[in-house]
T-cell receptor, first 113, second 112 residues
Framework: NAGVTQTPKFRVLKTGQSMTLLCAQD?????MYWYRQDPGMGLRLIHY???????AKGEVPDGYNVSRLKKQNFLLGLESAAPSQTSVYFC????????????FGPGTRLTVT | DAKTTQPNSMESNEEEPVHLPCNHS???????IHWYRQLPSQGPEYVIH???SNVNNRMASLAIAEDRKSSTLILHRATLRDAAVYYC?????????????FGGGTRLMVKP
């Protein structure tokens, strides 16, 4: 039982390049989330999904797209990376809505030059 | 979600108890109080949550004021591994997306 895993762990992009971050969970959770964390700050929600085939916008969705084609995977895409997207990205999952705890992945550190 | 206020940082000595405060004066009746912590270079992890009564688990205790306008996370014996940023988060039971809204948290430093 690996929990929540994220690929890759580190990445450096040039401005304008695109990439996809992969999040996978093996806990059969319905809900999945993408957050970003800038230095010295708390996490901010980018997008989330309440089930396979669904996605919704969070607090800071601009410049990102997501897809949830399979229940266990949640992909975060950057179509044209900008230096403002330099951040640490965390994926999380939870079993259901309400007040269930979220389980977080180890993070992906992305630098856009 | 209602807002929480936490001190930016706190210090503790190893093996001593730590009381981390959180103010949430605008809490609603359906808000649960959650605590997460983030160890250095890791994702956040769940610590504990409660609604009205005090709660205990293997990691910590949560003491909730009678009027629910404040709460305290209690680590009974701090270890070096407890050095982390602790986030106090309010979550409405009707939060359809089960989302977390993180503030700045309290950075706990533990001295040997």
């Amino acid at each position: 039982n690996a929990g929540v895993t994220q690929t890759p762990k580190f990445r450096v992009l040039k401005t304008g390049q695109s990439m996809t971050l992969l999040c996978a969970q093996d806990m059969n959770h319905e809900y999945m989330y993408w957050y970003r964390q800038d230095p010295g700050m708390g996490l901010r929600l980018i997008h989330y999904s309440v089930g396979e085939g669904t996605t919704a916008k969070g607090e800071v969705p601009d410049g990102y797209n997501v897809s949830r084609l399979k229940k266990q995977n949640f992909l975060l895409g950057l179509e044209s990376a900008a230096p403002s997207q330099t951040s640490v990205y965390f994926c999380a999952s939870s079993i259901l809505a309400g007040t269930y705890e979220q389980y977080f992945g180890p993070g992906t550190r992305l630098t856009v030059t | 979600d209602a807002k929480t206020t936490q001190p930016n940082s706190m210090e503790s000595n190893e093996e001593e108890p730590v009381h981390l405060p959180c103010n949430h004066s605008t809490i609603s009746g359906t808000d649960y109080i959650h605590w997460y912590r983030q160890l250095p270079s890791q994702g956040p992890e769940y610590v504990i949550h409660g609604l009205t009564s005090n709660v205990n688990n293997r990691m910590a205790s949560l003491a909730i004021a009678e009027d629910r306008k404040s709460s305290t996370l209690i680590l009974h014996r701090a270890t070096l591994r407890d050095a982390a940023v602790y986030y106090c988060i309010l979550r409405d039971v009707d939060n359809a997306g089960n989302m977390l809204t993180f503030g700045g948290g309290t950075r706990l430093m533990v001295k040997p």
